[in-house]
């Protein structure tokens, strides 16, 4: 996989000129116009689209003339998926946008090729690492693995009285809809008594370590129920609408959900969340976690989807 070109243009919603290199830095491509405190810093467009595009248009089409950054050939890039990485000599980008919408008439790009690419198979990306890009570069593409943690604490499943259920239960629900998503999942399950002491040493270690952490057990008002005090001391900031909304709708039917004290909040930049520990509550928890995750995730990591 190579750089083909390496383009810039001085006005959003132009083509762009073909150029022998260009610097990226922590705005994006320096002196192109779509540089900024962003997340579509840098667009890259593969060769794979032009041909196909080029084909309808009947007549070859010039690198830039799309309006990317960068042009590449020997990967789908429309394939990709946010939060996959390229890395290019010394430069790391990390992807943030698939597609976009495109101004029509209003785009002079649109204009003078009679369509546009972009919104369909160009993709945007964040610069992670800055450094010089040029035609004949090698770029290699790392695809992002969702590193999920999972932590079940119940005395009698630690002790073998009982198999744990509701870890197992968290990481197929997760593993699907990430799946759904195209993301591939790395799961790491841990289960530990219901031990504050054990359960600090867990989170300190994870919090860089994993993209969501899960625990499930130990929400309740029981004696060992220490989960939630225990997790709040490593929160740096809560989310308490999710499981606001889970114990009022699931409450509406049963009430003793109410007395559920499940939170969800952020240890650094990882969302976590306190599941209780039976399987017919990590289904009616995971429900509503689904619906929200992914907008989660892309706020946290500063990606307007809007």
Request: aromatic content about 8%.
């Amino acid at each position: 996989m190579k750089v083909l070109s390496v383009n810039i243009s001085e006005a959003k919603g132009t083509v762009k000129t073909p150029v022998d290199s260009i610097l990226l830095n922590a705005t994006g491509v320096e002196g192109d116009a779509h540089a900024g405190n962003w997340h579509r810093q840098v667009s890259m467009l593969g060769k794979e689209s032009f041909d196909k595009f080029g084909a309808m248009a009947g007549r070859s089409l010039a690198w830039g003339e799309f309006g990317e950054n960068i042009t590449t050939e020997g990967l789908l890039l429309c394939e990709c998926k946010p939060f996959d990485r390229f890395e290019i000599g010394e430069t790391i980008l990390e992807v943030t946008q698939i597609g976009k919408k495109c101004h029509g008439e209003g785009c002079a790009i649109f204009q003078e090729v009679g369509n546009c690419v972009m919104p369909k198979e160009g993709i945007f990306c964040r610069v992670i690492r800055g450094g010089e890009v040029r035609p004949g570069d090698r770029f290699f593409y790392h695809p992002k693995v969702m590193k999920v943690l999972v932590i079940t604490l119940s005395d009698r499943a630690y002790e073998g009285v009982y198999a744990d259920r509701s870890g197992p239960r968290i990481a197929e629900r997760t593993e699907t809809c990430f799946g759904r998503k195209g993301w591939p999942t790395d799961v790491t399950l841990q289960c530990i008594p219901d031990d504050a002491g054990r359960l600090d040493a867990l989170l300190a270690e994870a919090s860089d370590r994993y993209d969501l952490i899960f625990t499930t057990g130990g929400t309740g008002l029981g004696p060992r129920d220490i989960t939630v005090n225990t997790l709040k001391k490593h929160l740096r900031m809560e989310i308490p609408g999710v499981m606001d909304y889970i114990r009022m709708t699931a409450g509406a039917t049963n009430p003793n959900a109410l007395i559920s004290r499940s939170v969800a909040g952020l240890i650094g930049n990882t969302p976590l969340f306190a599941l209780p520990g039976s399987v017919k509550a990590v289904n009616e928890y995971m429900d509503t976690i689904e619906k929200v995750l992914e907008h989660l995730i892309f706020t946290i990591q500063g990606i307007d989807t809007h």
